[in-house]
């Protein structure tokens, strides 16, 4: 099992650039089952989720091909299977979004009940009640969903909680059903609009997403189509907190700051100056870091991805800072650990407080979920002495080689096996 091992102290500098988003490429790929012809996604980080996803296409009779480093050229001539099986589901719930575009595309899906992870229940619920909403008949045993439908009809869905992944699959649903759907209160994620833009490429007519309503016409089929993922956020978000974290001078390249607004404001006001650019943005040193409350909240409010990598930095800022955690019921594992390495915090709920700042050293630490381990890394880099973070194929799952790119800017860290 890998691990990386860091030593802290060191001022990044530099420049790191951003891979694409793996929350938007999942779906992307997913939506590569609704048409038996090419479709060609570039920008597509080579990250462990990714390669879950081409799996599990593969097993349902896509072939899907990596090409030049960071593309991906996908294929469903035909679905010769219609079950996304427990071994693959257990490891990615993302493996969900293979629910809509399977049943869309032939009429039939069996996929493996995702269960809970380390950060909640996380049921989807709302996503089998959508399908249910156009027309599909869902049965849950054994541990497996299964879903049929001659054809799917459109529908007027509204969400009683605001779901990203629920959104995206009724939207891939939607797209092949016979008549028009509505999803209301849809989640507004750049994500959200970057699989809208990709169905709309492939011959969907899709209105409205980035709104809380989005209005899909049904299609017969959809073709191929070529499109680029989109930066990812929360990986630009987990730097800009590396730069601050370590009183550094970053340049961030290749990513999207208007998707990054509260973030960069919500730093703004902990003191830590960000300049500005198109597709790039820069940690500026010097920051005296001050504490700062933060609620996370669906896009575009401050992101529960970013709450983890928050919380470490709010360690390194004068004053007693309030985190509430409003997305997730478990979403603190990295709190225990940051506690080891001399954090000051109390959970309380859904509320962490953090006192600050405070001197960290470093230690053996667990990686728990995929962020949490991005927190436990930006401490590491800050604190006194070597920190050894453990379980890290949590982080593989969504960050494309991160100790590279931060030796890259100047970090002390390795992996070692
Ligand atoms: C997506 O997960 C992201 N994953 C998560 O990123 C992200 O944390 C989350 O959205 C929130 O932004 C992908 O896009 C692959 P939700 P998702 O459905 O869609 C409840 C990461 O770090 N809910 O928006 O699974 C749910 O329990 C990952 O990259 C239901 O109750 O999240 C949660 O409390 C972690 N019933 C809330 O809604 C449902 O049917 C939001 O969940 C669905 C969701």
Not at 136 to 149: K, L, P, Q, S
Request: neutral net charge; hydrophobic residues 45%.
């Amino acid at each position: 099992m890998d691990k990386l091992r860091i030593t802290g102290g060191r001022k990044l500098q530099g420049q790191v650039r951003i891979s694409g988003a793996k929350n938007s490429a999942l779906p992307a790929m997913a939506a590569t089952l609704l048409t038996p012809e090419e479709v060609l996604l570039t920008n597509i980080p080579l990250v462990a989720d990714i390669r879950t996803m081409r799996r599990l296409l593969g097993e349902l009779g896509v072939k899907a091909e990596f090409e030049d480093g960071h593309a991906v050229r996908a294929t469903a001539e035909k679905i010769t299977s219609n079950e996304a099986p427990y071994d693959l589901v257990k490891t990615m719930r993302a493996s969900v979004l293979a629910l809509g575009p399977l049943l869309a595309r032939s009429g039939k899906a069996r996929v493996s009940l995702p269960g809970g992870c380390a950060i909640g229940a996380r049921p989807i619920n709302l996503h089998l009640k959508g399908l249910e909403k156009l027309g599909a008949t869902i049965r849950t045993e054994y541990g497996y969903v299964e879903a049929e439908a001659e054809r799917l009809t459109g529908a007027r869905i509204v969400f009683d909680k605001i779901t990203v992944t629920g959104t995206e699959n009724m939207m891939m649903a939607a797209v092949l059903a016979k008549g028009t759907t509505v999803l209301e209160n849809a989640a507004l994620e750049p994500e959200v609009t970057d699989l809208a833009e990709l169905l709309t490429k492939m011959g969907a007519k899709i209105s409205g997403a980035g709104s809380p309503t989005i209005t899909i016409e049904g299609v017969s089929s959809l073709h191929g189509a070529t499109h680029a993922i989109i930066p990812d956020r929360i990986e630009a978000g987990t730097f800009l907190v590396a730069g601050a974290i370590t009183d550094g001078d970053l340049e961030i390249t290749a990513c999207n700051p208007e998707h990054l607004t509260v973030v960069i404001d919500k730093l703004e006001d902990a003191g830590v100056s960000i300049e500005k650019g198109k597709d790039r943005l820069r940690v500026k040193p010097g920051s005296n870091l001050q504490a700062s409350d933060v609620i996370t909240k669906e896009y575009p409010g401050f992101a529960t991805d970013m709450q983890a990598q928050y919380m470490a930095l709010m360690t390194q800022a004068n004053g007693i800072s309030l985190i509430t955690e409003n997305i997730f019921e478990n979403r603190f594992m990295h709190a225990s650990e940051l506690l080891r390495m001399g954090a000051h915090i109390r959970i309380d709920g859904a509320r962490a407080i953090v006192g600050g700042k405070t001197r960290l050293t470093g230690a053996t630490v667990i990686a728990s979920d995929l962020r949490a381990s991005a927190s436990l890394v930006l401490a590491g880099l800050v604190a006194d002495g070597v920190t050894i973070v453990d379980r890290i194929y949590h982080l593989d799952r969504g960050y494309e080689k991160i100790e590279e790119k931060l030796q890259s800017a100047g970090a002390d860290i390795e992996r070692v096996k």
